[in-house]
């Protein structure tokens, strides 16, 4: 794959931008026709798209501190506070602590059918 992941021509970014908006799942399924993990460009920020679990781990989970919330994220924290979707660091951690046990297998099942109804 290179050092950073494959992702459209700059020129598709005005395509890019009416798709996020929307239609966000189909942008996410046409990203993971073209590789597992994606980068769009958008002017100086970049966005990466990752389609594979362990990708997802590696950044959410066990490499947390190397990555950051966007500003969007940062900015919502004004309106939304701290919670897990906005906080970073130690804060996080101590939060997602918390919340790891509902996420369990057996967790996850026990609430299915509340989620599939």
Known sequence: MGVHPPGPPVWALPGLLRKLAVDRLGMMRDAARLSDAVRVAMGPKK????????????????????YHKGIGLVESRKI??????????????????????????????????????
């Open 47 to 66: 966005m990466y798209i990752f389609n594979r679990p362990d990708y997802a781990k590696h950044v959410l989970a066990d490499n947390a501190a190397n």
């Open 80 to 117: 939304l506070g701290d919670g897990l979707l906005t906080s970073e660091g130690e804060l996080w951690r101590a939060q997602r602590t918390n919340v790891q046990p509902a996420f369990r297998p057996r967790r996850i099942a026990e609430q299915a059918g509340a989620v599939a109804a």
